[in-house]
């Protein structure tokens, strides 16, 4: 799929692997200028020679991006440096086991601050500048964990059905302004925390087969696919699509099988 951001500045948290890399690289190779963020420089460095190999202007600011100051110091910064923000793209997000009977105040406070705070904080500072210079678009990655509610998942299904709502919220506060935002829900995508989280569990052969058993095409996603999805919903060929939740999950959520 061909998509033009020449010219385009785009921001992509949680660039260090699977979606955020697959997004951060593809907006490199449309024309982007690319910003990634991850924890720290060292996470980054495979993501840091796809994007040279692309030949693309990139920079680096790392840190927690649950935090006040990083959150706000990459949009800023970005601003600083390259004169504007076109795309942010909020990536970053962890995922903790825990079911309503185990579920700590503490695992749902860091998975809020990650999966929700976070995005907050950036899209605010977007929005100002986005606001400012008369054009933006914001996308955040939901997950159909969000949509649909999961077992022993509680933190973190509750934070994407957050993110869902705050799509929603974003793009009605920044009506009339020519900024706008849309959510992409992945069902499994095949990176490499989801293998960590395979590998973790009791029978990985088994769990793999699990979540198989529960895709119409057979199949997990690849996360080249999700950062298409991505490039489309930032493209300005889509101009008209604003506030939407996109689900990309070989039709996981279409039916009860
Ligand atoms: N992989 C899947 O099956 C799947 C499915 C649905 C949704 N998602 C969502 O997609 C996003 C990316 O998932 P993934 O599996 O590609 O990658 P991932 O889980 O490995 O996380 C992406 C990156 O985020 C970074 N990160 C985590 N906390 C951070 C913080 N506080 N500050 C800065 N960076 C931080 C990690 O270091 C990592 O490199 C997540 O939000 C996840 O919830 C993933």
Do not use: W
């Not at 100002?128 to 022993?152: D, F, R, W, Y």
């Not at 974003?170 to 935002?181: E, Y």
């Amino acid at each position: 799929m061909e998509f033009n951001f020449k010219n385009k500045i785009c921001i992509v948290t949680g660039a260090g692997a699977g979606i955020g890399q697959a997004s951060a690289v593809k907006f490199a190779q449309s024309g982007a200028t690319v910003v990634i963020n991850d924890l720290r420089e060292d996470i980054c460095k495979e993501t840091l020679q796809l994007l040279s190999e692309t030949g693309c202007e990139h920079y680096g600011i790392y840190g927690d991006i649950s935090t006040a100051e990083v959150a706000t110091r990459l949009v800023d910064e970005t601003v600083q440096k390259y004169g504007r923000v076109d795309v942010l793209v909020n990536v970053a997000g962890i995922v903790l086991p825990g079911t309503i009977m185990t579920v700590t105040n503490e695992e749902f406070d860091r998975t809020f601050r990650i999966n929700v705070m976070a995005p907050m904080m950036t899209c605010q500072r977007a929005c100002i500048h986005m606001k400012e210079q008369g054009s933006g678009v914001m996308v955040v990655i939901a997950s159909t964990a969000g949509i649909l509610g999961v077992g022993n998942r509680l933190a973190y299904s509750t934070s994407k059905g957050a993110l869902i709502s705050m799509t929603k919220s974003i793009a009605a506060d920044m009506a009339h302004t020519n900024v706008r935002i849309n959510c992409i829900c992945p069902g499994t995508v095949n990176t490499p925390s989801m293998e960590r989280r395979f590998q973790a569990m009791p029978d990985p052969v088994e769990a793999k087969k699990k979540f198989l058993s529960r895709e119409l095409n057979g199949r997990i996603g690849e996360p080249d696919e999700i950062a298409h999805a991505v490039l489309f919903a930032a493209s300005s060929e889509v101009d008209y699509l604003n506030g939407s939740i996109i689900t990309i999950d070989g039709g996981m959520t279409c039916c009860t099988q």
